[in-house]
């Protein structure tokens, strides 16, 4: 089986004496290629030098760039510019991670309404797709994506843990979804697994949004606590359970889907 995470924080600094370490076990785990996440203007010029320093080949890492909607404060013109000049980059594969957080606002609502507003018209002026990030938002993203979709290529709506009515309205706008292990956690993420079962082939992805939401039903756990990609075989495990699919089957239609996504080539 042939794995791609969407959604890795690598430049995360628990990471920074054993990024290759953790590389090794994931692609020993059949996790083949990775996304890494840019969360700030800074962070996705690091996400980009680590592609091009672990992987100078460009087969397996790639990233994202853009600016969290916790740090939409920070958006300036040297933002703008930085991220246009990121983008232009081959290692560079969707604008994000962006969108809006109405559940801790770190940053003011119409901040961040306009700092999602600036991603999607980049996207769209680049046509590449957006990597998107919804806390307690879904009405109000839905509102400003509608005035952008037609001129988006796509949108991934990453680490989905909605309800119901999210999950349809955001299929209904043509948008992808990031499952992560939220989907093994027993106290808050059992409501995804009758939903993950409505989400379509060539829509579905995976991703371990490490080192953050180690999958609870991993056995044995690390002792750091600390989630890798490597796990991201336990998120598999789970949305194959509840999705009535084989490991194998949905390792095969979910990678295609990344892979289409993301402009991924094959692994040999």
């Not at 400003?144 to 001129?151: E, H, S, T, V, W």
């Not at 939401?213 to 991993?218: D, F, M, V």
Request: glycine residues 6%; aromatic residues 6%.
């Amino acid at each position: 089986m042939q794995l791609i995470d969407i959604g890795v924080n690598l430049t995360n600094p628990c990471f920074s004496e054993k990024r290759q370490a953790v590389l090794d076990r994931a692609y020993e785990a059949g996790v083949c290629q990775l996304i890494v996440t840019g969360t700030s203007v800074e962070g996705s010029e690091q996400a980009l030098d680590l592609c091009q320093q672990l992987d100078p080949e460009g087969q397996r890492l790639f990233a994202t760039a853009g600016l969290h909607p916790h740090s939409a404060s920070d958006w300036n013109p040297d933002s703008a510019r930085r991220l246009r000049a990121l983008l232009g980059e081959s290692r560079i594969r969707a604008v994000g991670e962006c969108g809006l957080d109405f559940n801790r606002d770190f940053s003011p609502r119409p901040q961040q309404e306009k700092v999602l507003e600036e991603h999607l018209a980049l996207a769209a002026e680049l046509q590449l797709p957006v990597f998107l990030h919804e806390r307690d938002a879904n009405e109000r993203l839905l509102a400003i994506l509608k005035d952008f979709r037609d001129r988006l290529p796509a949108a991934v709506v990453h680490c989905f843990t909605g309800e119901q009515r999210a999950l349809f309205s955001y299929l209904d706008l043509d948008l992808h979804i990031g499952i992560t292990g939220w989907i093994c956690d027993e106290r808050r993420g059992t409501h995804l697994h009758p939903l993950v079962r409505e989400i379509p082939r060539g829509r579905l992805m995976l991703e371990s949004d490490a080192p953050y939401l180690l999958p609870r039903s991993l056995r044995p756990k690390p002792k750091n606590g600390q989630n890798e990609p490597a796990y991201l075989t336990e998120v598999l495990r789970e949305v194959a359970l509840h999705r009535q699919e084989t490991p194998e089957d949905l390792a095969r239609h979910s990678t295609a889907c990344a892979r289409a996504f993301f402009g991924l080539s094959e692994i040999a």
